[in-house]
């Protein structure tokens, strides 16, 4: 699996996955998600509670799906919960049979300065890497070449950074 980050999203990816507190929802880049989040919300079809997830298609959006996922309360966020949000964004993705996303986890929980840089790093590599991983060995051929593996990711971040770089090159090795 290829691991990228930038300050936007990458809009080469077949999915978006976007997560969202419960406590500080944000949904601020495209008006007609933010239509149907609070739709959704009014309706109670969904609410950000630690991993809930929303999945729809937004036409004004590049992706051939959008899965809004929750994260819970920000002060209930930890290294933990980071990697299994994104085992299960893996997951999801893999489980629509698309093979990349894009996402901006990491943004969110970045900003509210709890983790180092390059502990967050660790936490996203160890997350894809794990939820990503799928034990084939006495499966049949056929029966491998029918599980999907996730080829990249792209991670969007609120500033570029070597801390946040050497963290998931350390999550890679371990």
Request: charge should be neutral; hydrophobic fraction near 40%; glycine fraction near 8%.
């Amino acid at each position: 699996m290829k691991i990228t980050f930038g300050l936007d999203f990458d809009i080469t990816k077949e999915v978006l996955v976007y997560g969202l507190f419960e406590d500080d929802p944000e949904i601020d880049f495209n008006k007609e998600l933010l239509k149907e989040y609070e739709y959704v919300l009014e309706k109670k079809i969904f609410f950000p509670t630690f991993g809930e997830v929303y999945s729809t298609r937004v036409i004004s959006l590049p992706f051939q799906k959008v899965f809004l996922i929750g994260l819970g309360k920000r002060g209930e966020m930890t290294l933990e919960r980071v990697r299994r949000v994104l085992g299960k964004s893996v997951k999801l993705v893999k489980g629509a049979m698309l093979e990349s996303f894009t996402t901006n986890i990491i943004c969110v929980v970045s900003g509210f300065g709890l983790y180092s840089d390059e502990l967050l790093g660790q936490a996203t590599a160890e997350g894809l890497l794990l939820g990503n991983y799928s034990f084939t060995h006495y499966l049949s051929a056929e029966k491998q070449l029918k599980k999907k593996i996730i080829s990249s990711v792209a991670v969007q971040l609120k500033e570029s950074s070597d801390a946040f770089e050497d963290g998931l090159k350390r999550g890679y090795l371990l």
